[in-house]
């Protein structure tokens, strides 16, 4: 164990070594029971990190579940399970009722990114270079890719443009993006790049998508068919998922900045640049700002008209969690042990709760509570005592 808590934080040290109105049915796929279930990374297709819903009052934990070893990874919620992987390689599907283990199934290395979870399957990447599919009820292989490196972000879920059926998009970091069929894993199309892609595609518009990479760029490409639509250089690598809103991107970079641009366009919109700190968290987007952790042990939180900065709100060790916006709380973890709230209007603090587990997977909000994993292994149910 305390060999697997050393190696966590390299996990994210050496993260870069070696318009037509969106389709109902696309949304339907990625934001549906949004309150109740969690299925896909950062819970919407867009991965803003958005919740529409007041922030939990007075948080308590609920209930635990003790994983084998260190929670890396953001959990996904979805027809009464919670899926979520560790550092062990090991995949858990929980009961949310009973709060048993329903099944288990372990690959060969490493789970770094979230499940997700559709018609009955979950599909997770591993970093024993493979992307599974599995039965939602059993936890049985249906089928598996295998890539030329780990897969260390989640997928994202779309209906395909003839409406035949769900596509899978999955990055590589083997610097491929893929966009597979859900029922049997087939190739739809891939985009390779020029080097490691660790974030998770983000949906533009029903039409387009949007990641970064080790490359420096953000990319663009056309829905349907993989083709490239446009490129944005930035100043370094982008070590994890862009959050779009609109046709805007926003993503944190290795140089310290919170980038922004808009999709049709050839540049950036506006850089904040922060400290010597690099941003290494999925940026979380609301009506008024974007919400970012850094190492420098600082949530920032930034204008989106302008660039400026809003306010921070400081912890006692660095942000590796992506933030989740809810409408009138920030609610993020810290490596100090402690799940925050800050409000998004001046940073003020409006609870803390310590689970004395350094924090680095990102908090999911599914059924009225807050679910996070922890570095010793802890998954963390939490709901407000206010009930």
Known sequence: MNRLLAILPLLFLTACEKPKPANSSNEQVADSNKLTDWPITRG?????????ASTPKAPVIEWTYQLESPGSAEAAVSDGSILVGDAMGILYCIDFETRKLRWKMETGDTIEAAPAISNGKVFVGSGDKHFYALDLKTGDKLWSVEGGDKFSSAANLFVA?????VWVLVNGYDGITRCL???DGSVV???????FINGTPAIIDGRFIAFGGCDQVIHILNLADGSPVGKIDTDAQITNSVATSGTMIYGGNHANQLVAAKADAKELS???????????TSPAVDDQNVYIGSRDKSLHAVKRSDGNKAWTFKTGGRIGSSPIAFDDGIVFGSSDGRLYAANP???AEIWRIDLGEELTASPVYAQDRIIIAGGNGTLFVIRESAR
């Open 181 to 183: 069929r859900e029922e």
């Open 270 to 280: 506006w850089v904040y640049q922060a400290n010597e700190f690099p941003f290494f």
């Open 189 to 195: 199309w891939t985009y390779p790049t020029k080097d």
């Open 161 to 165: 443009p003839d409406g035949s059926g």
């Open 44 to 52: 919407s297709s867009s991965l803003q990190g958005r919740v529409m």
């Open 345 to 347: 209007a001046d940073g």
